[in-house]
């Protein structure tokens, strides 16, 4: 029975890891994407995106810039591996996210917000936002969804 319980043990350890940590060479790969002046820091419009997913999966934002030591750590903890929205996301429900928070999560995920965020009658917070250089609208649920859709 021991025996039994310490295998089970095990196995949940196990399921509630991530399935794959990004690699060193992965995370090199990002930061060199990220950081599109050379400079060896994130600052301003290059820390946006990696800002806001610290700040979404609880990680301790640098003030200010981010460096390459911070953005390793956060990296391969995977802070900037895009999360899957669930199937038929957004989803209506009570939302406590304020604003800031819905935003952030858009960001995180690659969106950026161009103006403000509204949340409407169903709980959902919608706003304008680029992806990718283009304009979409975001939406936003109170799981932390994130949907974007091209401008019609």
Known sequence: ????????????????????????????????????NSDGVLFDAEAMRYAAAMRVRETKVPAGKITPVDFMEACK????????????????GANSFTEGQAKDRAAAQGIMPTGAFSKDKE?????????????????????GNVVAQAQQ
Not at 77 to 92: E, G, T
């Open 1 to 36: 029975m021991r025996k039994l319980l310490v295998v089970a043990a095990f196995a949940a350890t196990c399921a509630a890891l991530p399935a794959f940590a990004a690699t060193d060479s992965e995370c090199q790969a990002m930061w060199t994407k990220a950081d599109t």
């Open 77 to 92: 903890r995977d802070v900037y591996a895009p999360r899957k929205a669930d199937a038929d996301a957004p989803l209506p």
């Open 123 to 143: 709980g959902i917070w919608r706003g304008q936002a680029t992806q990718d250089g283009k304009s979409v609208q975001v939406a936003v649920d109170y799981k």
